[in-house]
């Protein structure tokens, strides 16, 4: 039926049953035998579909694996993985892609059972496997996720029964390490347990899996109550669920709680699954879930406490989705430092409050909350990008230590392990 209708466009032979052919009285004779032959499929094997390619005027189209694939000429000329086109050793590119005519296209293509092969112009080579195209494919790419997870509620996580990683196994085992990071990646928290309680230890534990991010607030921080800093964090009041840095322009991707001692009541830290709950949005009212994926927030910070003088301003949308497959990738919410809404016109406002309300819901239900006591030997990580996080009121002296690691690092570590991130 594709076939079919390609044919009525060209206004070309079609090869189905029972289809007639046409020809084009306004084409020369050679120009029309050019696209009959552009429009037919070719197949790797007289009766085999296993793959099948046509040649378009500017693309390349194949069928494989059940995937029907389009390819740019300059981006098959481009991704040539050929000893002259690309380096191995190190990985990159050698092509210099502005020396490709932006109009480049085969003189010939053939493909066996596991390989295309095109050859261009000057004469070049160029071999690409048949899985590898389907790996690169924009077609592939949406069928693919970028960042596997498990969303998960308060019950979903309980029954899963995620265990926590011995502090040394996680410092000196690459297998400690790897299932601390496969719990991180998946669920968006992972704890270490037996971790001395001193801000010492914590850094060294911290720095197994990235390097740590230093900030405004410092590289590792003591957290108390004294409001030390203009943040009603350092208080002993309830925090409600939120991301934290929502006003750096690119929010800390981790970061890491351990308790060093509480001596009072309270203080229970709670954990909300973001992606769950814009999972939630997504399926009840997608138009609210693009219009939080589209509308740009300011975030704000302005601090002038003692010698801590600073003005911090990000910008972003709440939801923050890959365009090819429309992936969700990272939450920012904060009530607290929402600045003022200044980037949209007052009609998508109402709509920007209701769709907010939706998401605000979801991530206040009870069921979706996870409660943890957070206790000296016992450190958190938590993605910043993924997971809001809050506190109950607490009495007493209650200190905690932490950090914010950069993400790139740590999604490094566990593909050099080769877990997928």
């Known amino acids: 039926m594709w076939c079919r209708r390609l044919a009525c466009l060209l206004k070309v032979p079609c090869r189905l049953s029972g289809s007639t052919r046409h020809r084009s009285p306004w084409l020369p004779r050679d120009r029309r035998t050019i696209l009959a032959a552009a429009a037919r499929w070719h197949h790797t094997a007289p009766e085999s579909l296993k793959c099948a390619w046509q040649l378009h005027g500017d693309h390349l189209e194949l069928r494989y694996a059940n995937t029907l694939m389009r390819f740019d000429f300059v981006w098959l000329r481009d991704h040539c993985r050929s000893a002259s086109c690309y380096n191995a050793k190190t990985n990159q590119r050698s092509l210099d892609t502005a020396s490709v005519d932006l109009g480049i296209k085969p003189t010939a293509v053939r493909v066996d059972e596991t390989t295309l092969f095109l050859t261009w112009p000057d004469g070049h080579v160029t071999r690409y496997g048949l899985e590898w195209l389907v790996k690169n494919s924009y077609e592939g790419?949406?069928?693919?996720?970028?960042?596997?997870?498990?969303?998960?509620?308060a019950e979903i996580y309980r029954q899963a029964q995620v265990p926590s990683v011995d502090c040394q196994s996680f410092l000196e085992t690459d297998e400690g390490l790897k299932e601390f990071l496969?719990?991180?990646?998946?669920?968006?928290?992972?704890?270490?347990?037996?971790?001395?309680?001193?801000?010492?230890?914590?850094?060294?534990?911290?720095?197994?899996?990235?390097?740590?991010?230093?900030?405004?607030?410092?590289?590792?921080?003591?957290?108390?109550?004294?409001?030390?800093?203009?943040d009603?964090?350092?208080?002993?009041?309830?925090?409600?669920?939120?991301?934290?840095?929502?006003?750096?322009?690119?929010?800390?991707?981790?970061?890491v709680f351990h308790c060093l001692k509480h001596e009072g009541t309270g203080g229970r830290t709670l954990l909300v699954d973001g992606f769950y709950a814009a999972e939630q949005v997504l399926r009840q009212a997608p138009d609210q879930f693009e219009l939080l994926s589209k509308v740009p927030l300011k975030h704000e910070y302005v601090e002038n406490v003692g010698d801590c003088h600073n003005h911090m301003i990000g910008v972003g949308p709440v939801l923050n989705v890959y365009p090819w497959n429309n992936e969700?990738?990272?939450?920012?919410?904060?009530?607290?430092d929402r600045a003022v809404i200044n980037t949209v016109p007052y009609d998508v406002v109402h709509r920007w409050y209701a769709?907010?309300?939706?998401?605000?819901?979801?991530?206040?239900?009870?069921?979706?909350?996870?409660?943890?006591?957070?206790?000296?030997?016992?450190?958190?990580?938590?993605d910043n990008w993924r997971v809001l996080h809050g506190r109950e009121a607490f009495t007493g002296y209650r200190q905690l230590c932490g950090c914010y690691l950069t993400r790139d690092d740590v999604l490094n570590t566990a593909r050099v392990l080769g877990l997928q991130a």
Not at 183 to 202: H, Q, R, S
Not at 361 to 366: I, M, N
Request: aromatic fraction near 14%; hydrophobic fraction near 35%.
């Open 232 to 255: 009603t964090a350092y208080t002993k009041l309830a925090l409600d669920r939120h991301t934290d840095t929502t006003y750096f322009q690119e929010p800390c991707g981790i970061q």
């Open 182 to 230: 496969q719990n991180f990646l998946l669920y968006g928290i992972a704890f270490v347990e037996n971790v001395t309680p001193t801000k010492e230890d914590t850094e060294i534990l911290a720095e197994r899996i990235s390097l740590i991010r230093e900030t405004i607030y410092g590289r590792m921080w003591y957290f108390t109550s004294d409001f030390s800093r203009g």
């Open 328 to 336: 969700l990738y990272l939450i920012r919410y904060n009530n607290y």
């Open 355 to 382: 769709a907010h309300r939706t998401l605000t819901a979801e991530l206040r239900r009870p069921e979706n909350e996870l409660w943890v006591k957070l206790k000296p030997g016992k450190a958190l990580f938590i």
């Open 141 to 153: 790419q949406k069928q693919q996720v970028m960042h596997p997870r498990i969303l998960w509620n």
